[in-house]
């Protein structure tokens, strides 16, 4: 199965990425994993790539393209890849599906998770997480038990800038201009799910599951 996972920041992609690894065994791949791996292999496209990243500049639709045809031309991908924070533009889509077609590949289901930015925003603002175990809380609807402590390793609970005030509203404006383009692309492609992410994570993944195993 080849898979776009979509949704805006907070509509619970990163969960239903990990349930849909536990079931299925395919790589998912995030824009993140894809850079840091051509970094690590210390591939031309990664060096490449590493010199945008250190000086903190977006890396180019070409270098990224490139380097996601480096990343699925890779045996891991050979049954299938679930796709992570790329395409983000009808840019990058049609690049996507020319090199999924010159491998004789196309994706079979781009899944987006339809959550309404009032809930988004009450959800990101929410949001603190562990700088040293990675786990994620939410203050009102999954809030640690000790006040600004983690749970699991008793480390001190820290907010990201970006999920505060207008910067949660700002960075809903920038992926809604973004995506729904390719939205709209992926949609007459035939290819576009929507899925409501408005409800427990769980039951949104049984609904993906649903999906997924109608088209393996």
Same mark, same amino acid.
């Given at each position: 199965?080849?898979?776009?996972?979509?949704? !805006? !920041?907070?509509a619970g992609?990163? %969960?239903?990425?990990?349930?849909?690894?536990?079931?299925?065994?395919?790589?998912?791949?995030s824009t993140?994993?894809?850079?840091?791996?051509?970094?690590?292999?210390? #591939?031309? &496209?990664?060096?490449?790539?590493?010199?945008?990243?250190?000086?903190?500049?977006?890396?180019?639709?070409?270098?990224?393209?490139?380097?996601?045809?480096?990343?699925?031309?890779?045996?891991?991908?050979?049954?299938?890849?679930?796709?992570?924070?790329?395409?983000? #533009?009808?840019?990058?889509?049609?690049? &996507?599906?020319?090199?999924?077609?010159?491998?004789?590949?196309?994706?079979?289901?781009?899944?987006?998770?339809?959550?309404?930015?009032?809930?988004?925003?009450?959800?990101?603002?929410?949001?603190?997480?562990? !700088?040293?175990?990675? %786990?994620?809380?939410?203050?009102?609807?999954?809030? !640690?038990?000790?006040?600004?402590?983690?749970?699991?390793?008793?480390?001190?609970?820290?907010?990201?800038?970006?999920?505060?005030?207008? #910067?949660?509203?700002?960075?809903?404006?920038?992926?809604?201009?973004? %995506?729904?383009?390719?939205?709209?692309?992926?949609?007459?492609?035939?290819?576009?799910?929507?899925?409501?992410?408005?409800?427990?994570?769980?039951?949104?993944?049984?609904?993906?599951?649903?999906?997924?195993?109608?088209?393996?």
């Open positions: 199965m080849n898979i776009v996972l979509m949704g !805006p !920041p907070g992609k990163g %969960t239903q990425a990990e349930f849909i690894k536990k079931k299925y065994p395919i790589p998912h791949i993140g994993d894809m850079f840091r791996d051509a970094v690590n292999r210390g #591939t031309q &496209l990664g060096m490449e790539a590493k010199k945008y990243m250190d000086s903190g500049q977006l890396v180019p639709d070409e270098v990224t393209i490139n380097i996601v045809k480096d990343r699925l031309a890779q045996a891991d991908c050979s049954e299938g890849f679930l796709l992570d924070g790329f395409p983000r #533009t009808t840019v990058q889509a049609e690049a &996507l599906d020319q090199v999924l077609e010159e491998a004789g590949r196309k994706i079979e289901a781009a899944i987006n998770i339809v959550v309404p930015d009032e809930i988004l925003i009450e959800r990101m603002s929410g949001r603190v997480s562990c !700088p040293a175990c990675k %786990t994620v809380y939410n203050l009102k609807t999954n809030p !640690p038990v000790r006040s600004g402590v983690c749970d699991k390793c008793g480390e001190q609970l820290v907010q990201r800038s970006d999920d505060k005030g207008d #910067t949660v509203v700002q960075r809903l404006k920038v992926y809604h201009e973004q %995506t729904n383009p390719m939205i709209d692309y992926y949609r007459q492609k035939g290819v576009l799910y929507e899925i409501d992410g408005n409800r427990d994570s769980e039951v949104v993944f049984a609904d993906i599951n649903s999906l997924l195993e109608k088209i393996r």
